[in-house]
């Protein structure tokens, strides 16, 4: 099992589930006291990834920035996710940012376990992530997404389509009956994750 990190109420019937990397753990903290802010009644299970392209990526994918490419392992991922998701009592969520958050997303395509999908600057570029979601039926009610207003003003010609595949998601998702909010941050994608995290965990905690 992937090494886990427990945060606010343990007691909590409202379980979130937040893959993560070093950085993530070095500012989670400002995320559960964002949280916090709205409600205590939550607890927040970080689940330390071993290795972020090929441990939340849906499929193989070649590299987009830097040599390394996506080994689609995400499958293995969920199965390790849905050890924590067993006791019936629960209430499970799921986010995370970035990758995290694309991950996420096509977590509930997969299961439905969880009751909400808490996307924060969600890697939508990924290659045929759109035509997936489109392919298929989600199983969680109502997905929040985030992103940046500088995230698409960028020279990768790939990374640059973030911005219209979800808006897109947006539409397709809102239009099929998912209860569905599309928020706009400032800034570019390393800013703020911990709160823009913080805030998607938020909205679907209010549903």
């Not at 070649?62 to 050890?83: M, N, P, S, Y």
């Not at 991950?103 to 939508?124: C, E, H, I, R």
Request: glycine share 6%; proline share 3%; with cysteine.
């Amino acid at each position: 099992m992937m090494k886990s990190y427990k945060y606010g109420n343990p007691d909590s019937s409202n379980i979130l589930i937040q893959m993560v990397d070093d950085h993530d753990i070095d500012v989670i903290e400002n995320e559960v006291e964002a949280i916090q802010e709205a409600t205590e009644d939550f607890c927040l299970i970080a689940i330390k990834v071993v290795d972020w392209n090929d441990d939340l990526s849906p499929w193989e994918a070649l590299a987009v920035f830097g040599k390394k490419g996506f080994a689609g392992l995400a499958d293995k991922t969920l199965e390790q996710i849905l050890e924590y998701c067993k006791d019936n009592g629960k209430t499970y969520y799921i986010g995370g940012y970035s990758l995290a958050g694309l991950f996420a997303l096509w977590t509930a395509y997969q299961t439905d376990v969880f009751k909400g999908v808490a996307a924060a600057s969600p890697s939508m570029w990924f290659p045929g992530f759109l035509e997936f979601m489109k392919n298929n039926s989600i199983k969680s009610p109502c997905v929040y997404l985030s992103l940046g207003d500088k995230e698409e003003k960028t020279k990768n010609p790939v990374m640059a389509k973030v911005g219209d595949c979800i808006r897109e998601a947006y539409d397709w998702l809102s239009d099929n009956g998912t209860d569905c909010v599309l928020e706009w941050n400032q800034g570019n994608h390393f800013k703020d994750a911990d709160i823009r995290t913080a805030n998607a965990f938020k909205w679907v905690l209010e549903k």
